[in-house]
């Protein structure tokens, strides 16, 4: 395989042209983000307005075909932003009734017809363990028998494929879309396939809502029962966007019992509530110490908090997770606690939340 570079991939697309403008859109420096990881590439063409996403879908498909042609490269995506739209203005407000990226349609949803339902884990902020309980769950829901796709949509952070122990890129498919890996049963897709996992990303909200739009759309899942998506902490333009965007069935909030998480978990509680996503509850994570050595219990983080958040809110408490050592030491070696049999009590907390959302999906199925 030959050797890719950000230089390789601009010099094969130096000639391609703004469809208004006529000049070159490397020149005007358009095409930005470029990311390679393997043979896999992906960049964004920043438009000056979101209005006018019809008039670039021709050149940003050609810039796909254009980059798959280099040598070396296994797959590419490439997505619409449109930065240059808040320029000066402060950072970009949603875009309503418009999308940048294909597979959308004004005024409405993205249509993933082979998907039954899709589940999001969200947490108003970062380091509550909600990548670990998105796993357990996914992992829970297929151990009940349902076919079960997992997306780390959690793009500047993605740590699924540590959780999982996945070590291989997806491919592309006859389709041109991404065969996403498989691990314990499970169809994963993450940006964490796509980037360097040193390197920083350093992305706006409109690119970061555009890029993890493409994840869903680009990626072959095949007949699913459920996905879940691991959201990116907080609630800001890209969180809401990709709120709008998806035909979520249902949330699950993921907190630990401190104030200030459960002040972040409110805030998610409004953004759903005002996207009208249903809240399937509120789990709290490292609800209390379990100590492997004598079982005795310790409340480091407080506790109750979170139940008594989703009694305020109307919604329920789905169970506490405790904070255990077999926790860590799963994740580290890509196996999810809930399939740990020595660890019963552990086990049975995440079967108990993946029970009470399987009820609720299959409501909705």
Not at 230 to 256: E, F, K, N
């Amino acid at each position: 395989m030959s050797d890719l570079s950000k230089e390789t991939i601009q010099a094969a697309l130096a000639g391609l042209k703004d469809p208004i403008s006529g000049e070159s859109l490397l020149e005007s420096g358009a095409i930005k983000g470029i990311v390679i990881r393997g043979g896999n590439v992906g960049l964004s063409i920043d438009i000056a307005s979101p209005d006018l996403v019809n008039q670039y879908e021709t050149v940003r498909l050609e810039a796909e075909n254009i980059v798959k042609d280099v040598a070396g490269v296994m797959s590419a995506t490439t997505v619409l932003t449109a930065e240059r739209a808040s320029d000066d203005k402060g950072p970009a407000a949603p875009t309503q009734g418009k999308r940048i990226g294909q597979h959308a349609q004004p005024g409405g949803k993205i249509s993933l017809p082979n998907i039954r339902t899709i589940l999001v884990v969200a947490s108003g902020k970062g380091g509550v363990g909600k990548s670990t309980v998105a796993v357990n769950i996914a992992a829970g829901l297929k151990s009940f028998g349902l076919k079960v796709g997992l997306l780390d949509a959690d793009i500047y952070g993605p740590s699924v494929p540590k959780l999982l122990g996945i070590n291989e890129k997806p491919q592309m498919g006859d389709n041109d879309k991404m065969i996403p890996p498989v691990a314990h049963s499970m169809k994963v897709m993450s940006m964490g396939f796509m980037v360097d996992e040193e390197a920083p990303l350093v992305w706006r909200g409109p690119m970061m809502a555009g890029a993890m739009t493409q994840l869903f759309t680009d990626t072959d899942w095949g007949e699913l029962d459920v996905l879940v998506v691991d959201m990116p902490p907080g609630t800001g333009d890209a969180q809401l966007t990709l709120a709008q965007r998806i035909p979520v069935t249902g949330a699950v909030i993921v907190s630990t019992p401190q104030d200030i998480a459960l002040i972040d978990a409110k805030k998610g509680f409004q953004m759903f509530q005002k996207t009208d996503v249903p809240i399937f509850g509120i789990v709290e994570n490292m609800s209390y110490y379990a100590c492997p050595k004598c079982g005795d219990r310790a409340e480091i983080f407080g506790h109750g908090g979170a139940k008594e958040t989703a009694e305020n809110y109307g919604v329920e408490f789905l169970g506490g997770i405790p904070l255990h050592i077999s926790v860590r030491e799963k994740s580290d070696q890509g196996s999810p606690a809930v399939l740990d049999r020595n660890n019963e009590a552990l086990r049975e907390a995440f079967l108990s939340i993946a029970e009470q959302v399987q009820d609720k999906l299959l409501d909705a199925m």
